[in-house]
Protein backbone atom coordinates (compact mmCIF):
# COMPACT_ATOMS: atom_id res chain seq x y z
CA UNK A 1 0.00 0.00 0.00
CA UNK A 2 1.69 3.07 -1.27
CA UNK A 3 1.45 6.25 1.48
CA UNK A 4 -1.22 8.82 1.21
CA UNK A 5 -0.20 12.08 0.41
CA UNK A 6 -1.18 14.24 3.04
CA UNK A 7 -1.80 11.59 5.30
CA UNK A 8 -1.18 13.47 8.86
CA UNK A 9 -3.93 16.53 7.30
CA UNK A 10 -6.34 14.15 6.65
CA UNK A 11 -6.09 12.48 10.15
CA UNK A 12 -6.11 15.70 11.57
CA UNK A 13 -9.51 16.74 10.15
CA UNK A 14 -11.61 13.28 10.78
CA UNK A 15 -9.90 13.02 14.32
CA UNK A 16 -11.22 16.57 14.55
CA UNK A 17 -14.89 15.49 13.64
CA UNK A 18 -14.33 13.12 15.88
CA UNK A 19 -13.85 15.18 18.79
CA UNK A 20 -16.08 17.16 18.09
CA UNK A 21 -18.97 14.32 17.71
CA UNK A 22 -17.61 12.53 21.51
CA UNK A 23 -17.28 15.76 23.01
CA UNK A 24 -21.32 16.05 22.45
CA UNK A 25 -22.15 13.17 23.99
CA UNK A 26 -20.86 14.48 27.37
CA UNK A 27 -20.56 18.44 27.40
CA UNK A 28 -24.21 18.66 27.70
CA UNK A 29 -24.70 16.74 30.78
CA UNK A 30 -22.79 19.78 33.29
CA UNK A 31 -25.26 22.20 32.01
CA UNK A 32 -28.68 19.76 32.27
CA UNK A 33 -29.51 21.93 35.35
CA UNK A 34 -29.25 25.26 33.94
CA UNK A 35 -30.65 24.36 30.62
CA UNK A 36 -33.48 23.16 32.64
CA UNK A 37 -34.27 26.43 34.76
CA UNK A 38 -33.75 28.27 31.41
CA UNK A 39 -36.53 26.26 29.90
CA UNK A 40 -38.65 25.81 32.68
CA UNK A 41 -38.49 22.01 32.90
CA UNK A 42 -38.57 19.04 35.12
CA UNK A 43 -35.92 16.59 36.20
CA UNK A 44 -37.49 13.97 33.84
CA UNK A 45 -38.28 16.36 31.22
CA UNK A 46 -34.42 17.69 30.74
CA UNK A 47 -33.42 14.31 30.26
CA UNK A 48 -34.98 14.71 26.88
CA UNK A 49 -32.30 16.44 25.88
CA UNK A 50 -29.67 13.90 26.43
CA UNK A 51 -32.13 10.88 25.22
CA UNK A 52 -33.07 12.45 22.15
CA UNK A 53 -29.50 12.95 20.66
CA UNK A 54 -28.70 9.19 21.55
CA UNK A 55 -31.52 7.54 19.94
CA UNK A 56 -31.23 9.80 16.64
CA UNK A 57 -27.21 8.56 16.57
CA UNK A 58 -29.09 5.13 17.53
CA UNK A 59 -30.94 4.91 14.53
CA UNK A 60 -28.86 6.52 12.06
CA UNK A 61 -25.58 4.79 12.69
CA UNK A 62 -26.62 1.31 10.52
CA UNK A 63 -27.63 3.29 7.16
CA UNK A 64 -24.21 4.95 7.54
CA UNK A 65 -22.49 2.70 5.25
CA UNK A 66 -25.24 2.74 2.65
CA UNK A 67 -25.54 6.43 3.07
CA UNK A 68 -21.70 6.42 1.90
CA UNK A 69 -21.91 3.55 -0.79
CA UNK A 70 -24.57 5.20 -2.48
CA UNK A 71 -23.69 8.88 -2.39
CA UNK A 72 -19.76 8.75 -1.78
CA UNK A 73 -18.31 9.03 2.07
CA UNK A 74 -16.72 11.93 1.49
CA UNK A 75 -19.64 13.67 0.54
CA UNK A 76 -21.58 12.17 3.62
CA UNK A 77 -19.01 13.32 5.72
CA UNK A 78 -19.23 17.05 4.54
CA UNK A 79 -22.85 16.81 5.01
CA UNK A 80 -22.84 15.40 8.47
CA UNK A 81 -20.27 17.91 9.60
CA UNK A 82 -22.56 20.72 7.99
CA UNK A 83 -25.61 19.34 9.47
CA UNK A 84 -24.13 18.59 12.77
CA UNK A 85 -22.64 22.53 13.03
CA UNK A 86 -26.24 23.98 12.07
CA UNK A 87 -28.02 21.79 14.54
CA UNK A 88 -25.61 22.62 17.48
CA UNK A 89 -26.34 26.00 16.80
CA UNK A 90 -29.75 26.04 16.61
CA UNK A 91 -29.58 24.19 19.87
CA UNK A 92 -27.77 26.91 21.35
CA UNK A 93 -30.45 29.54 20.16
CA UNK A 94 -33.47 27.23 21.40
CA UNK A 95 -36.00 28.80 23.86
CA UNK A 96 -38.12 26.08 25.10
CA UNK A 97 -37.58 22.44 25.70
CA UNK A 98 -39.62 21.22 22.69
CA UNK A 99 -36.76 23.56 20.59
CA UNK A 100 -34.33 21.68 22.33
CA UNK A 101 -35.13 18.82 21.92
CA UNK A 102 -35.85 18.85 18.32
CA UNK A 103 -32.32 20.52 17.60
CA UNK A 104 -30.73 17.63 19.55
CA UNK A 105 -32.58 14.76 17.03
CA UNK A 106 -30.81 16.73 14.37
CA UNK A 107 -27.71 16.92 16.27
CA UNK A 108 -28.15 13.42 16.50
CA UNK A 109 -28.95 12.04 13.00
CA UNK A 110 -26.19 14.26 11.36
CA UNK A 111 -23.43 12.90 14.13
CA UNK A 112 -24.55 9.30 13.86
CA UNK A 113 -21.95 8.93 10.22
CA UNK A 114 -18.73 10.83 11.65
CA UNK A 115 -17.58 7.74 13.94
CA UNK A 116 -18.18 5.18 11.62
CA UNK A 117 -16.83 6.81 8.36
CA UNK A 118 -14.00 8.67 10.14
CA UNK A 119 -12.40 5.26 11.01
CA UNK A 120 -12.82 3.95 7.72
CA UNK A 121 -11.42 6.59 6.51
CA UNK A 122 -8.32 6.10 8.63
CA UNK A 123 -8.02 2.10 8.10
CA UNK A 124 -8.23 3.19 4.53
CA UNK A 125 -4.67 5.62 5.05
CA UNK A 126 -2.86 3.57 7.06
CA UNK A 127 -1.38 -0.19 6.26
CA UNK A 128 -1.98 -2.69 8.16
CA UNK A 129 1.52 -2.46 10.09
CA UNK A 130 0.15 1.21 11.38
CA UNK A 131 -3.62 0.52 12.09
CA UNK A 132 -3.14 -0.38 15.50
CA UNK A 133 -1.12 2.91 15.88
CA UNK A 134 -3.82 4.83 13.82
CA UNK A 135 -6.93 2.98 16.07
CA UNK A 136 -5.27 3.95 19.55
CA UNK A 137 -5.37 7.88 18.04
CA UNK A 138 -8.71 7.49 17.16
CA UNK A 139 -9.69 5.71 20.57
CA UNK A 140 -7.95 8.45 22.13
CA UNK A 141 -10.08 10.61 20.45
CA UNK A 142 -13.49 9.12 21.24
CA UNK A 143 -12.46 9.50 24.94
CA UNK A 144 -11.43 13.06 25.08
CA UNK A 145 -14.77 13.81 25.82
CA UNK A 146 -15.57 12.25 28.53
CA UNK A 147 -12.72 13.41 29.86
CA UNK A 148 -12.74 17.67 28.43
CA UNK A 149 -16.64 17.30 28.20
CA UNK A 150 -17.50 17.78 31.90
CA UNK A 151 -14.39 20.28 32.44
CA UNK A 152 -15.55 22.71 29.20
CA UNK A 153 -18.68 22.23 29.74
CA UNK A 154 -18.22 23.56 33.22
CA UNK A 155 -16.35 26.36 32.63
CA UNK A 156 -18.44 27.70 29.71
CA UNK A 157 -21.79 27.73 31.83
CA UNK A 158 -19.91 29.09 34.38
CA UNK A 159 -18.30 32.04 32.57
CA UNK A 160 -20.63 32.60 29.76
CA UNK A 161 -23.71 30.55 29.29
CA UNK A 162 -24.67 27.25 28.78
CA UNK A 163 -25.87 28.02 24.82
CA UNK A 164 -21.58 27.83 24.63
CA UNK A 165 -21.64 24.13 24.88
CA UNK A 166 -23.47 23.66 21.72
CA UNK A 167 -22.61 26.58 19.91
CA UNK A 168 -18.24 25.54 20.24
CA UNK A 169 -18.93 22.99 17.88
CA UNK A 170 -19.16 25.65 14.99
CA UNK A 171 -14.99 26.16 15.20
CA UNK A 172 -14.61 22.73 15.64
CA UNK A 173 -16.65 21.94 12.76
CA UNK A 174 -15.66 24.63 9.96
CA UNK A 175 -11.99 23.20 10.61
CA UNK A 176 -13.08 19.68 10.24
CA UNK A 177 -15.14 21.18 7.00
CA UNK A 178 -12.46 22.88 5.33
CA UNK A 179 -9.71 19.75 6.41
CA UNK A 180 -12.07 16.98 4.70
CA UNK A 181 -12.72 19.54 1.77
CA UNK A 182 -9.13 20.06 0.99
CA UNK A 183 -7.49 16.28 1.41
CA UNK A 184 -9.85 13.51 1.68
CA UNK A 185 -10.84 12.21 -1.39
CA UNK A 186 -14.19 10.82 -2.56
CA UNK A 187 -14.80 7.22 -2.61
CA UNK A 188 -16.21 5.12 -5.48
CA UNK A 189 -19.81 5.32 -5.21
CA UNK A 190 -22.55 2.48 -6.11
CA UNK A 191 -25.56 3.92 -7.49
CA UNK A 192 -27.68 0.74 -7.48
CA UNK A 193 -26.85 -0.22 -3.81
CA UNK A 194 -30.43 -0.19 -1.71
CA UNK A 195 -31.40 0.03 1.73
CA UNK A 196 -33.69 -2.16 3.49
CA UNK A 197 -36.18 0.59 4.03
CA UNK A 198 -38.90 -1.46 5.45
CA UNK A 199 -36.41 -2.91 8.12
CA UNK A 200 -35.04 0.04 8.75
CA UNK A 201 -38.05 1.98 9.15
CA UNK A 202 -40.01 -0.36 11.32
CA UNK A 203 -36.90 -0.37 13.64
CA UNK A 204 -36.72 3.26 13.65
CA UNK A 205 -40.54 3.41 14.95
CA UNK A 206 -39.89 0.74 17.52
CA UNK A 207 -36.81 2.55 18.97
CA UNK A 208 -38.60 5.89 18.82
CA UNK A 209 -41.61 4.56 20.48
CA UNK A 210 -39.70 2.60 23.29
CA UNK A 211 -37.97 6.18 23.76
CA UNK A 212 -41.25 7.64 24.24
CA UNK A 213 -42.48 5.39 26.54
CA UNK A 214 -39.72 5.24 29.00
CA UNK A 215 -39.46 9.34 28.48
CA UNK A 216 -43.38 10.04 29.37
CA UNK A 217 -44.03 6.90 31.10
CA UNK A 218 -43.15 8.59 34.75
CA UNK A 219 -44.87 11.77 33.67
CA UNK A 220 -48.32 10.04 32.64
CA UNK A 221 -48.82 7.51 34.58
CA UNK A 222 -47.53 4.88 32.73
CA UNK A 223 -49.74 1.83 31.62
CA UNK A 224 -52.62 4.31 33.32
CA UNK A 225 -52.31 6.59 30.25
CA UNK A 226 -54.10 5.96 26.65
CA UNK A 227 -50.77 7.20 25.18
CA UNK A 228 -48.12 5.31 26.68
CA UNK A 229 -50.79 2.05 25.90
CA UNK A 230 -50.80 3.26 22.40
CA UNK A 231 -46.90 4.38 22.04
CA UNK A 232 -46.25 0.42 23.79
CA UNK A 233 -48.17 -1.33 20.98
CA UNK A 234 -46.57 0.67 18.50
CA UNK A 235 -43.49 -0.35 19.87
CA UNK A 236 -44.51 -4.15 19.65
CA UNK A 237 -45.73 -4.30 16.51
CA UNK A 238 -43.20 -2.31 14.88
CA UNK A 239 -40.46 -4.39 16.79
CA UNK A 240 -43.01 -7.93 15.50
CA UNK A 241 -42.94 -6.58 12.06
CA UNK A 242 -38.90 -5.76 11.76
CA UNK A 243 -38.18 -9.46 13.46
CA UNK A 244 -40.64 -11.44 10.69
CA UNK A 245 -39.26 -9.16 7.93
CA UNK A 246 -35.42 -9.73 9.23
CA UNK A 247 -36.62 -13.79 9.05
CA UNK A 248 -38.34 -14.15 6.11
CA UNK A 249 -36.90 -11.05 3.46
CA UNK A 250 -33.54 -12.29 0.97
CA UNK A 251 -32.03 -9.64 2.29
CA UNK A 252 -32.91 -7.93 4.97
CA UNK A 253 -31.72 -4.65 7.06
CA UNK A 254 -30.20 -7.01 9.54
CA UNK A 255 -28.52 -10.04 8.49
CA UNK A 256 -30.04 -12.87 10.74
CA UNK A 257 -26.80 -15.23 10.26
CA UNK A 258 -25.11 -12.74 12.88
CA UNK A 259 -27.05 -13.56 15.64
CA UNK A 260 -26.08 -17.35 15.15
CA UNK A 261 -22.26 -16.20 16.00
CA UNK A 262 -22.65 -16.86 19.49
CA UNK A 263 -19.69 -14.28 20.64
CA UNK A 264 -21.39 -11.82 18.58
CA UNK A 265 -24.82 -12.23 20.74
CA UNK A 266 -23.25 -12.03 23.78
CA UNK A 267 -21.47 -9.18 22.99
CA UNK A 268 -24.70 -7.62 21.89
CA UNK A 269 -26.37 -8.40 25.42
CA UNK A 270 -23.09 -6.92 27.10
CA UNK A 271 -22.85 -4.27 25.63
CA UNK A 272 -26.08 -3.05 25.74
CA UNK A 273 -26.05 -3.38 29.75
CA UNK A 274 -22.71 -1.24 29.31
CA UNK A 275 -24.72 1.50 28.06
CA UNK A 276 -27.19 1.41 30.68
CA UNK A 277 -24.30 1.83 33.60
CA UNK A 278 -22.06 4.30 32.04
CA UNK A 279 -24.05 7.24 30.42
CA UNK A 280 -26.67 6.77 33.08
CA UNK A 281 -24.24 7.17 36.23
CA UNK A 282 -23.00 10.17 34.50
CA UNK A 283 -26.84 11.60 33.92
CA UNK A 284 -26.96 11.15 37.77
CA UNK A 285 -23.72 12.93 38.69
CA UNK A 286 -24.53 15.75 37.54
CA UNK A 287 -28.04 16.92 39.76
CA UNK A 288 -26.02 15.34 42.14
CA UNK A 289 -23.24 17.42 42.38
CA UNK A 290 -24.61 20.89 41.47
CA UNK A 291 -28.19 20.33 43.71
CA UNK A 292 -27.91 18.03 46.38
CA UNK A 293 -24.17 19.11 47.32
CA UNK A 294 -24.18 22.63 46.05
CA UNK A 295 -21.16 22.58 43.73
CA UNK A 296 -20.66 25.44 41.25
CA UNK A 297 -20.93 24.03 37.75
CA UNK A 298 -16.77 24.44 37.10
CA UNK A 299 -15.80 22.08 39.96
CA UNK A 300 -18.65 19.58 39.26
CA UNK A 301 -17.18 19.44 36.00
CA UNK A 302 -13.23 19.13 37.29
CA UNK A 303 -14.49 16.08 39.64
CA UNK A 304 -16.32 14.33 37.03
CA UNK A 305 -13.20 14.33 34.48
CA UNK A 306 -11.05 11.88 35.92
CA UNK A 307 -13.80 9.31 35.27
CA UNK A 308 -13.10 9.75 31.10
CA UNK A 309 -9.55 9.72 32.46
CA UNK A 310 -9.59 6.41 33.80
CA UNK A 311 -11.10 5.16 30.48
CA UNK A 312 -8.21 6.42 28.38
CA UNK A 313 -5.62 5.40 30.55
CA UNK A 314 -7.15 1.90 30.85
CA UNK A 315 -7.58 1.47 27.27
CA UNK A 316 -4.20 1.10 26.31
CA UNK A 317 -3.20 -0.99 29.06
CA UNK A 318 -5.88 -3.10 28.39
CA UNK A 319 -4.43 -3.38 24.77
CA UNK A 320 -1.52 -4.87 25.63
CA UNK A 321 -2.87 -7.30 28.01
CA UNK A 322 -4.92 -8.59 24.81
CA UNK A 323 -3.44 -11.73 23.55
CA UNK A 324 -1.74 -12.27 26.25
CA UNK A 325 -4.01 -12.50 29.10
CA UNK A 326 -7.54 -14.20 28.46
CA UNK A 327 -10.02 -11.31 27.21
CA UNK A 328 -12.56 -13.27 29.26
CA UNK A 329 -10.65 -12.51 32.79
CA UNK A 330 -9.71 -9.06 31.59
CA UNK A 331 -13.98 -8.40 31.01
CA UNK A 332 -14.15 -9.93 34.54
CA UNK A 333 -12.33 -7.61 36.34
CA UNK A 334 -14.16 -4.98 33.97
CA UNK A 335 -16.96 -5.94 35.32
CA UNK A 336 -16.20 -6.01 38.78
CA UNK A 337 -14.39 -2.44 38.77
CA UNK A 338 -17.49 -1.11 37.92
CA UNK A 339 -19.38 -2.72 40.37
CA UNK A 340 -17.10 -1.87 43.19
CA UNK A 341 -17.59 2.38 41.94
CA UNK A 342 -21.35 1.64 42.01
CA UNK A 343 -21.04 0.02 45.64
CA UNK A 344 -18.80 2.76 47.03
CA UNK A 345 -21.23 5.39 45.80
CA UNK A 346 -24.15 3.79 47.54
CA UNK A 347 -22.76 5.04 50.63
CA UNK A 348 -22.37 8.56 49.73
CA UNK A 349 -24.33 11.57 51.30
CA UNK A 350 -24.09 15.11 50.60
CA UNK A 351 -20.65 15.43 52.96
CA UNK A 352 -18.69 13.17 50.98
CA UNK A 353 -15.44 14.17 49.80
CA UNK A 354 -14.14 15.82 46.10
CA UNK A 355 -11.35 13.12 46.45
CA UNK A 356 -13.82 10.26 46.93
CA UNK A 357 -15.50 11.45 44.08
CA UNK A 358 -11.87 11.89 42.45
CA UNK A 359 -11.37 8.38 42.52
CA UNK A 360 -14.57 6.53 42.46
CA UNK A 361 -15.15 8.06 39.69
CA UNK A 362 -11.26 6.98 38.16
CA UNK A 363 -12.63 3.40 39.05
CA UNK A 364 -15.36 3.73 37.26
CA UNK A 365 -13.78 4.93 34.13
CA UNK A 366 -10.63 1.85 34.06
CA UNK A 367 -14.16 -0.50 34.61
CA UNK A 368 -15.24 0.72 31.24
CA UNK A 369 -11.08 0.90 29.86
CA UNK A 370 -10.80 -3.20 30.99
CA UNK A 371 -15.05 -3.34 29.55
CA UNK A 372 -14.72 -1.77 26.05
CA UNK A 373 -11.65 -2.73 23.46
CA UNK A 374 -11.64 -6.06 24.79
CA UNK A 375 -15.51 -6.84 24.73
CA UNK A 376 -15.49 -5.19 21.34
CA UNK A 377 -12.62 -7.46 20.06
CA UNK A 378 -13.87 -10.41 20.97
CA UNK A 379 -17.39 -9.75 20.01
CA UNK A 380 -16.28 -9.72 16.19
CA UNK A 381 -13.17 -11.83 17.08
CA UNK A 382 -15.54 -14.97 15.47
CA UNK A 383 -17.31 -13.01 12.71
CA UNK A 384 -16.91 -13.84 9.78
CA UNK A 385 -15.11 -10.90 7.74
CA UNK A 386 -18.01 -9.89 5.63
CA UNK A 387 -20.63 -9.43 8.48
CA UNK A 388 -18.54 -7.08 10.25
CA UNK A 389 -20.01 -4.06 8.58
CA UNK A 390 -23.06 -4.85 9.34
CA UNK A 391 -22.14 -6.35 13.08
CA UNK A 392 -20.54 -3.20 13.74
CA UNK A 393 -23.78 -1.05 13.07
CA UNK A 394 -25.69 -3.16 15.13
CA UNK A 395 -23.25 -3.28 17.89
CA UNK A 396 -23.05 0.43 18.62
CA UNK A 397 -27.00 0.37 17.90
CA UNK A 398 -27.66 -1.70 20.82
CA UNK A 399 -24.96 0.41 22.69
CA UNK A 400 -26.63 3.94 22.16
CA UNK A 401 -30.23 1.81 22.76
CA UNK A 402 -28.54 1.11 26.11
CA UNK A 403 -27.24 4.12 26.95
CA UNK A 404 -30.75 5.62 26.39
CA UNK A 405 -33.08 3.36 27.89
CA UNK A 406 -30.61 3.01 31.10
CA UNK A 407 -31.00 7.14 31.54
CA UNK A 408 -34.68 7.26 31.35
CA UNK A 409 -34.78 4.45 33.66
CA UNK A 410 -32.96 5.79 36.47
CA UNK A 411 -34.41 9.10 35.70
CA UNK A 412 -38.14 7.70 36.17
CA UNK A 413 -37.01 5.83 39.64
CA UNK A 414 -34.99 8.37 40.75
CA UNK A 415 -38.15 10.96 40.94
CA UNK A 416 -40.55 7.71 42.01
CA UNK A 417 -38.01 6.60 44.64
CA UNK A 418 -37.97 10.71 45.95
CA UNK A 419 -42.00 10.69 46.06
CA UNK A 420 -41.89 7.21 47.91
CA UNK A 421 -39.12 7.82 50.23
CA UNK A 422 -40.68 11.14 51.24
CA UNK A 423 -43.98 9.64 51.89
CA UNK A 424 -42.41 6.96 54.73
CA UNK A 425 -40.08 9.10 56.07
CA UNK A 426 -43.04 11.91 56.55
CA UNK A 427 -44.84 9.78 58.24
CA UNK A 428 -42.31 9.78 61.08
CA UNK A 429 -42.14 13.65 61.47
CA UNK A 430 -44.52 14.39 64.17
CA UNK A 431 -44.76 16.01 67.16
CA UNK A 432 -44.71 12.48 69.40
CA UNK A 433 -41.55 11.41 67.56
CA UNK A 434 -39.09 11.70 70.39
CA UNK A 435 -35.45 11.77 68.81
CA UNK A 436 -36.92 14.36 66.67
CA UNK A 437 -37.89 16.73 69.66
CA UNK A 438 -33.91 15.93 70.64
CA UNK A 439 -33.01 17.83 67.20
CA UNK A 440 -35.61 20.33 66.83
CA UNK A 441 -36.85 21.20 69.69
CA UNK A 442 -40.37 20.31 71.35
CA UNK A 443 -41.79 23.61 69.38
CA UNK A 444 -39.95 22.99 66.29
CA UNK A 445 -42.84 20.85 64.95
CA UNK A 446 -46.22 23.04 66.04
CA UNK A 447 -48.79 23.16 63.61
CA UNK A 448 -49.04 27.20 63.68
CA UNK A 449 -44.91 27.19 62.59
CA UNK A 450 -45.75 27.25 59.05
CA UNK A 451 -41.41 28.18 58.54
CA UNK A 452 -40.50 25.73 60.46
CA UNK A 453 -42.85 23.06 58.89
CA UNK A 454 -41.69 24.40 55.14
CA UNK A 455 -37.71 24.04 56.89
CA UNK A 456 -38.74 20.43 58.20
CA UNK A 457 -40.34 19.50 54.86
CA UNK A 458 -36.93 20.35 52.42
CA UNK A 459 -34.77 18.57 55.18
CA UNK A 460 -37.20 15.29 54.53
CA UNK A 461 -37.22 15.62 50.61
CA UNK A 462 -33.42 16.28 50.45
CA UNK A 463 -33.17 13.24 53.06
CA UNK A 464 -35.72 11.29 50.47
CA UNK A 465 -33.70 12.01 47.37
CA UNK A 466 -30.27 11.12 48.97
CA UNK A 467 -32.15 7.40 49.33
CA UNK A 468 -33.34 7.89 45.58
CA UNK A 469 -29.81 8.27 44.68
CA UNK A 470 -28.23 5.32 46.00
CA UNK A 471 -31.10 2.97 45.08
CA UNK A 472 -30.08 3.35 41.59
CA UNK A 473 -26.54 3.23 42.01
CA UNK A 474 -27.49 0.16 44.32
CA UNK A 475 -29.07 -1.00 40.96
CA UNK A 476 -26.35 0.00 38.54
CA UNK A 477 -24.20 -2.38 40.62
CA UNK A 478 -26.25 -5.44 40.49
CA UNK A 479 -26.92 -4.95 36.70
CA UNK A 480 -22.83 -5.10 36.32
CA UNK A 481 -22.70 -8.14 38.54
CA UNK A 482 -25.79 -9.30 36.61
CA UNK A 483 -24.05 -9.24 33.50
CA UNK A 484 -20.87 -11.76 34.89
CA UNK A 485 -22.16 -14.96 33.99
CA UNK A 486 -22.19 -13.73 30.21
CA UNK A 487 -18.32 -13.54 30.21
CA UNK A 488 -18.91 -17.61 30.72
CA UNK A 489 -20.57 -17.92 27.37
CA UNK A 490 -17.96 -16.29 25.45
CA UNK A 491 -15.50 -18.58 23.15
CA UNK A 492 -11.85 -17.64 23.60
CA UNK A 493 -11.05 -17.45 20.18
CA UNK A 494 -7.94 -19.61 18.53
CA UNK A 495 -6.29 -16.27 17.89
CA UNK A 496 -8.01 -12.80 17.45
CA UNK A 497 -7.76 -11.71 14.03
CA UNK A 498 -6.46 -7.76 12.65
CA UNK A 499 -9.69 -6.88 11.40
CA UNK A 500 -11.92 -7.54 14.27
CA UNK A 501 -9.03 -5.40 16.47
CA UNK A 502 -9.24 -2.54 14.17
CA UNK A 503 -13.50 -2.42 15.12
CA UNK A 504 -12.88 -2.86 18.88
CA UNK A 505 -12.66 1.33 18.82
CA UNK A 506 -16.00 2.50 17.16
Given at each position: MAKVANRGAITACVILAVIMQALDTTIANIALPYIQGSVSASQDQINWVLTSYIVAAAIMTPPSGWLATKFGRKRILLVSIAGFIFASILCGLAQSLPEIVLFRLLQGFFGAALVPLSQSILLDIYTLEERGQAMA???????????????????????????????????????????????????????????????????????????????????????????????????????????????????????????????????????????????????????????????????????????????????????????????????????????????????????????????????????????????????FATLPAEMRANGTGLYNLSRNIGSAVGISIVTSLLTQYVQVNHEEIAASVTPFNRVLQAVVGPHGLGAANLAGRAQMDGIVTQQATIIAYINDFKLMMILSLAALPLVLLLRKPSAVSGDAAHVAIE
Open positions: LFGVSVMVGPVLGPVIGGWLTDNLSWRWVFSINLPLGLLAFAGVTAFVRETTRDTAAKLDWFGFGTLSVAIGALQMVLDRGEQLDWFGSTEILLETVICAGAFYLFLVHTFTARKSFVDPRLFRDRNFAVGMMFIFIIGITYLASLALMTPYLQSLMGYPVVTAGIVMGPRGLGTMVFMFVVGRLIGRVDTRVVLAAGLFLTAWAMYEMTGWTPDVSQWTIIWVGFVQGAGLGFLFVPLTTIT
